[in-house]
């Protein structure tokens, strides 16, 4: 059986520092070389577990 990659999920820190934007930048290269969608989730840069999980809460990481 073969599976589509469809989308994939990238937590990514908020802000406009070289590391987040070099993160921002390979995520929307990567998923335009793989055909597929990538959802950007921003966390504060010192992101605890529970800011994490608030930044993804309700997304459906295999239905974009």
């Known amino acids: 059986m073969h599976h589509r990659l469809v989308g994939a999920a990238v937590e990514c820190p908020e ?14 290269a990567w998923g335009g070389s793989h055909g597929c969608q990538v959802a950007l989730r921003t966390v504060p ?10 930044a993804t809460a309700g997304c459906s990481y295999l239905n974009f």
């Open 45 to 54: 840069f010192a992101a605890t577990p529970a800011d994490a999980e608030a």
């Open 15 to 28: 802000g406009a520092s070289a590391w987040a934007e070099a993160l921002r930048g390979t995520a929307a």
